[in-house]
């Protein structure tokens, strides 16, 4: 099975913060990388696609970028809506399995 | 507009048997990928299987093979995870996903979904 390690587990910023989260994949993925986000009581929701593509209706403060085995998702000046949990999942291979979640806390 | 609207949680015994249900409105849903996606209370996310367009193909993760089954009935826009033999560490709500390959695969479109628990 594909490992995902993202880290921090937990980070503290300010609203107006550039923020930087980072996955990595045990084993080379390409581009097959999607990012989403959750708030609390809510399924997730789809940020990013094929490693740095934004998904239709979601802010351009949110980019991914990366490939292979390093992933990054960045929010360049964060809006008080976006403090939630953020997971980055491979669909590479079967099992499909995500990483462990970066909590995203107002500091 | 998609919606996909799950149902079937509820409270079972160790040992118990739950069928989930999920309806699909807005898109056409004989045209997709879908998954089922669980997340334990505190948790993080798990996938657990997925069934192309016309469930021919069928995916599992290893922890709920033999006990949970995808289906899907294209005619009634509606999928399915029958769970036997529920264990205590099933107890998660349940996500109804629709699978996007167009975009590499993605998890596009959630329902709200349904909470099991599993207790005696």
């Known amino acids: 099975d594909i490992q995902m390690t993202q880290t921090p587990a937990s980070v503290s910023a300010s609203v107006g913060d550039r923020v930087t989260i980072t996955c990595r994949a045990s084993e080379g993925i390409g581009s097959w990388l999607a990012w989403y986000q959750q708030k609390p009581g809510k399924a997730p929701r789809l940020l990013i696609y094929?490693?740095?593509s934004l998904q239709s209706g979601v802010p351009s403060r949110f980019s991914g970028s990366g490939s292979g085995t390093d992933f990054t998702l960045t929010i360049s000046s964060l809006q008080p809506e976006d403090f939630a949990i953020y997971y980055c999942q491979q669909p590479n291979s079967f099992p499909i399995t995500f990483g462990q979640g970066t909590r995203l806390e107002i500091k | 507009e998609v919606q996909l609207v799950e149902s079937g949680g509820g409270l079972v015994q160790p040992g118990g048997s739950l069928r989930l249900s999920c309806a699909a409105s807005?898109?056409?849903?004989?045209?997709?990928?879908m998954s089922w996606v669980r997340q334990a209370p505190g948790k993080g996310l798990e996938w657990l299987a997925n069934i192309k367009q016309d469930g021919s193909v069928r995916y599992n993760v290893d922890s709920v093979k033999g006990r949970f089954t995808i289906s899907r009935d294209n005619a009634k826009n509606s999928l399915y995870l029958q769970m036997n033999s529920l264990r205590a560490e099933d107890t998660a709500v349940y996500y109804c996903?629709?699978?996007?390959?167009?975009?590499?695969?993605?998890?596009?479109?959630w329902g709200q979904g349904t909470l099991v628990t599993v207790s005696s």
């Open positions: 996903v629709r699978v996007n390959e167009q975009q590499l695969v993605s998890f596009d479109y």
């Open positions: 094929a490693a740095s």
């Open positions: 807005g898109f056409i849903f004989r045209g997709y990928f």
